[in-house]
Structure formats: structure tokens, C-alpha cells
């Protein structure tokens, strides 16, 4: 239950295409969904991050969609370009109530590959 | 300034080696955390320090020891690896908890021979 998973493994897109990366998760106590991305040889880094309480957030060319009653999430990379070429990964984490047992649940990661 | 400082980047070490991985934030967080990630994987949680003291252990063997010295340092202490141990070890922290944005070091780069 505590499992998030994503697809696809891997993308090909072509520069000034549009990047979808899904994730779906089975705990519905899940209440903070980011998404990392990771450059070879680098720590992951925060891309964006949604709460249940909206459906849709947009910030410059990435949006995350959230469908809470489907459990699943997405990320869209609008307009993409070589340098968004990447490993993806979605998470998920709650806020517990007895601090310091919450903790990110990532999924298995997209490596996306965006071409000239 | 949002960063997350780490030495060393690369390590290399023997079966009987002791050595220790060093992190370093100074943005004020309360929640610090060591993974480990291997190749083509996810970042797999090993330890959470909330304000200064251990609160999740994931199970990880006794031959890594975790320590927080103070708020703004966290050291993984190493003995006695095995060869199934090398991969890349992530510090992180957060402001609180895992529901505020965890930043993420660059790493160091492990390698037990």
C-alpha cells in the first residue's frame, strides 16, 4: 500500500513535443505528491509539488495533473527541450500525526530522453 | 542559499575499512536524511534525523552508523561493507518533516572493493 508507480521506464520525445509521466498510488492517506528530476552524477532536485486539495499546478512549461479519485498523477512537461533530458521520479509522503515517522515514497523513475 | 553540501564525492574502500560520509546544510532544517540509491533506481530511505535525533531506522545492517551531531550535520559512519554496498549515498534535509521540500546533496560515490 505504501507503493507508488510510474511509466512509463523510459521516453522519447522530440524537442518542442509535449513529456507525460504518470504515476498512480494505492494509499489514500497520501497527502503531498513532488516530482524530482535527476541529472547523472547529481542528487535529485524538486521540480514541482502538489497537494490533494487541487487538481491541476503550473509552474513556467511543467504541470502537474492530480485525479484523487483515480489516485493518479502526472507530470507534463509543455514545449520540451534537450536539457530537460533527465531521470524522472514522482513521490508521495503524509504528514503523520506522531512526528518524524512520515517519510517520501518514490516511484521507479522515468529516464527521458528529449531529441533535436 | 539552498544547498546541500557532501564529502567525499567519490570513496573507495576495502572490506575492512572504517570511514565516515559528512553532510552539511545551513538553511535551518530540522529533518535531515540519508539514502541510498543504485544504479537506474529510486533513492531507498536508510535514516531520518528529526531535531537531532534518530527517528525512522529502515532496517538498515548495524555496519552503517548514523549520527547528528548538531542541527546542521549529519555523518554516516561505514564498517565493514560489502562489495552489494557500493552505490551512491544522498544526504538530504527538510524544513520539518517529508511533506516539506527535501533538498537533496549531490551525493558521494561509493565503492567497496
Known amino acids: 500500500q505504501q507503493q507508488v508507480k510510474q511509466s512509463p521506464q523510459s521516453l522519447i520525445v522530440q524537442k518542442g513535443g509535449i513529456s507525460i509521466i504518470n504515476c498512480a498510488y494505492e494509499?489514500?492517506?497520501?497527502?503531498?505528491f513532488p516530482w524530482y528530476q535527476q541529472f547523472p552524477g547529481k542528487g535529485p532536485a524538486l521540480l514541482i509539488a502538489i497537494r490533494p486539495d487541487v487538481s491541476e499546478k503550473k509552474e513556467g512549461r511543467f504541470t502537474i495533473s492530480f485525479n484523487k479519485s483515480a489516485k493518479q498523477f502526472s507530470l507534463h512537461i509543455m514545449d520540451s527541450q534537450p536539457g530537460d533530458s533527465a531521470t524522472y521520479f514522482c513521490?508521495?509522503?503524509?504528514?503523520?500525526?506522531?512526528?518524524?515517522?512520515?517519510?517520501?515514497?518514490f516511484g521507479t523513475g522515468t529516464r527521458l530522453t528529449i531529441i533535436p | 542559499d539552498t544547498e546541500v553540501t557532501q564529502t567525499p564525492k567519490h570513496l573507495v574502500m576495502g572490506m575492512t575499512n572504517k570511514k565516515s560520509l559528512k553532510c552539511e546544510q545551513h538553511?535551518?532544517?530540522?529533518?535531515m536524511y540519508w539514502y541510498k540509491q543504485k544504479a537506474k533506481k529510486p533513492p531507498e530511505l536508510m535514516f531520518v534525523?528529526?531535531?537531532?535525533?534518530?527517528?525512522i531506522n529502515e532496517s538498515v545492517p548495524s555496519r552503517f552508523s548514523p549520527e547528528c551531531p548538531n542541527s546542521s550535520l549529519l555523518n554516516l559512519h561505514l564498517h565493514a561493507l560489502q562489495p552489494e554496498d557500493s552505490a551512491l549515498y544522498l544526504c538530504?534535509?527538510?524544513?520539518?518533516?517529508?511533506?516539506?521540500?527535501?533538498?537533496f546533496g549531490p551525493g558521494t560515490r561509493l565503492t567497496v572493493l
Open positions: 538530504a534535509s527538510s524544513q520539518r518533516t517529508s511533506t516539506d521540500t527535501q533538498y
Open positions: 513521490a508521495a509522503s503524509r504528514a503523520e500525526s506522531n512526528f518524524g515517522n512520515e517519510k517520501l515514497t
Open positions: 538553511m535551518g532544517h530540522r529533518a
Open positions: 494509499n489514500t492517506a497520501f497527502d503531498y
Open positions: 534525523y528529526s531535531y537531532e535525533k534518530l527517528s
